[in-house]
Every structure is written in structure tokens, then in C-alpha cells.
């Protein structure tokens, strides 16, 4: 019958194979596929340096966003989260927005990626993490950054880990890292473990710190914290019981040792917490916010 398209044998299949391929290259599109690990172009004018090596292992790597003009660039060095077993330092979630806003501002915008569990615990990520800093303080010149100038960053698993590198100042010293600026934690609930698993809670945590006692007191900023840190902003989810609260006694720590924290509590999803920094809106406003009192430009 004439406006019929045969699709059995060979012909058949070629026609069935196509349009599968260009059924599954449109999702691919929408969902960032088409590059390695969710990779999205940048902005005009934006140039990246990928998967730099700041330590042996295949995972301790981290990519450079920067101005292509960038001098003495005020530099973000963001954690990626994903309950500490997955992630990517090139999700567009964790970079588009955070580099659209702040590279034209000026700022290099430094991703990085970790070891992650069953491999290695969250103490063995922390280190990673502070070993990614000093990496980034000892070439920032040679990117065009200030290392004198650096804002810690992470979002959920990555916020907790920012936060401990913040709270235990021995991972800055085991890893030969300076003092940076200040710290933002975008939605941690896990401050003090030890709280955490002793009520309900996601099996995530199970995961990640298992029964070890030890390591989780060790693995808690709240319960670490020493010294005087560097000012925090932590940023917590109202719409999840356990992060406000978390987020409130960890920031009365830090300001008991001396330095600042401010608590943002904010009515956005856990992804958006993370995904929305950069475009405008009260959660931008306060990261930038924090940023000026720091003495950084926005």
C-alpha cells in the first residue's frame, strides 16, 4: 500500500537501526551525552584545561576554567557530591552555571574529582581534596590565578568534604597546602556522623562510613574542629529535616573557634542547591554576597 514503509529484512533493519540511532542520539543531546562524562562546551571566551593530574591515582584530577586574558584571577575550587561513590567533575550541574557566571566575572573555576568509596573512605577523600588544593595553590600562577585568593566550594558529599578539610586543619598540613579564603558547603546534612546514624537515615551513609565508630567521629567537622577555621557559608535544604540543624551547630562551632559562619536555610531541591549557583536568584545573591566578604569582586 502506497505511503507504507516496509521495514522487514535487511532493508527493514537498516531502516529500524537508524531511527534508534537517532532516537537515542536526542536523548543523548538533552542530557548532555554527547561529550565524555556529561562535558558541555563553555562560554565564549572560557578556556579549560582538562583532567590535570594532582596526585597518582586515575581519579585525582581536576579541570581549569578560566578567562582566556586571566591575571591575578580570584579562583573557585569546586567538590563535586554523589553520596560519595559517584559524580564527575564535568557534570553540567556542578560547572555550567557556576562558570557562565563567575568566569566573565574574573574567576578561574577549578573542578575537581577524588578517589570515591568502596575504594577509599571519606578521611582517605578529605585528603584527596587538600591535595587538590595545594596542587591548585602551587600552579595558579601559571593559569593566571592568585593562590592567595582561593574559595573551597562542594556540594552534598563534596560539602561535607570542604567542611572537614575546613574543621581539621591537619589535612591543609599533611598535604603542604597555605590557608585559603573561606569555605561554601552547599547542602551537607553530615556534620556530626555519630548524630546521623544513630536515628533513621539514608542508606548512603551505611555506605560510606559503615559501623567504624572512629571514623565516624573522625569523619564529622562538627566533632573535629579545631584551630580557627576559615569563615563558612553553609547552605542547607528546608525541605530536609536533618540538613538545617546539622548545618545550624556546625556554624555555632566555627564561630566559637573564632571565625564566621553564616547558615543559609533555603527552599530549593538538593540538586538545585547545587546546579542554580550562577544564575540569578537569592541563592546566587548570597554566595556572592559571601564572596564580597571576602574581599572578592561579583
Known amino acids: 500500500m502506497q ?26 543531546s538533552a542530557c548532555g551525552g554527547n561529550h565524555p562524562r556529561g562535558e558541555v562546551a563553555g562560554p565564549p571566551g572560557v578556556e579549560v584545561l582538562r ?14 576554567h578560566r578567562p582566556a586574558d586571566a591575571q591575578h584571577a580570584p579562583i573557585l575550587v569546586m567538590v563535586h557530591g554523589g553520596g560519595w561513590r559517584r559524580g564527575d567533575k564535568a557534570n553540567p550541574g556542578v560547572v555550567k552555571n557556576k562558570v557562565a557566571h563567575y568566569v566573565p ?19 582517605a577523600q578529605a585528603h584527596d581534596v587538600a591535595a587538590a ?5 602551587s600552579e595558579a600562577s601559571a593559569w593566571g590565578g592568585d593562590p592567595s585568593r582561593i574559595v573551597l566550594m562542594g556540594h552534598s558529599a563534596g560539602a561535607h568534604l570542604v567542611s572537614l578539610v575546613t ?31 544513630n536515628g533513621p537515615h539514608p542508606a548512603l551513609y551505611d555506605d560510606a562510613f559503615g559501623q567504624d565508630e572512629v571514623l565516624q567521629r573522625e569523619a564529622s567537622p562538627t566533632l573535629v574542629l579545631s584551630g580557627t577555621p576559615e569563615p563558612v557559608l553553609l ?3 528546608s525541605n530536609r529535616a536533618e540538613a538545617c540543624p546539622q548545618a545550624d551547630a556546625f556554624g555555632a562551632a566555627v564561630r566559637a573557634h573564632g571565625s564566621t559562619a553564616t547558615v543559609l536555610p533555603i527552599d530549593m531541591s538538593h540538586g538545585d542547591i547545587d546546579s542554580q549557583v550562577g544564575v540569578a536568584g537569592p541563592l546566587t545573591s548570597a554566595v556572592d554576597d559571601f564572596l564580597t566578604s571576602l574581599g572578592l569582586p561579583t
Open 3 to 28: 505511503g507504507t514503509v516496509q521495514t522487514g529484512g535487511r532493508a527493514g533493519g537498516r531502516i529500524r537501526a537508524l531511527l534508534l540511532a537517532a532516537v537515542v542520539g536526542v536523548l543523548l
Open 51 to 64: 583532567d590535570l593530574a594532582y596526585g597518582s591515582d586515575p581519579a585525582q584530577r581536576l579541570d581549569v
Open 105 to 123: 566575572a574574573g574567576y578561574l573555576v577549578v573542578s575537581i574529582n577524588y578517589r570515591l568509596s568502596p575504594e577509599v573512605d571519606p578521611l
Open 133 to 137: 588544593l595545594s596542587f591548585v595553590q
Open 167 to 197: 574543621a581539621d586543619p591537619g589535612y591543609r598540613e599533611g598535604a603542604g597546602a597555605a590557608p585559603w579564603l573561606g569555605t561554601i558547603a552547599l547542602d551537607s546534612a553530615a556534620y556530626d556522623v555519630p548524630q546521623i546514624m
Open 235 to 237: 547552605v542547607c535544604g
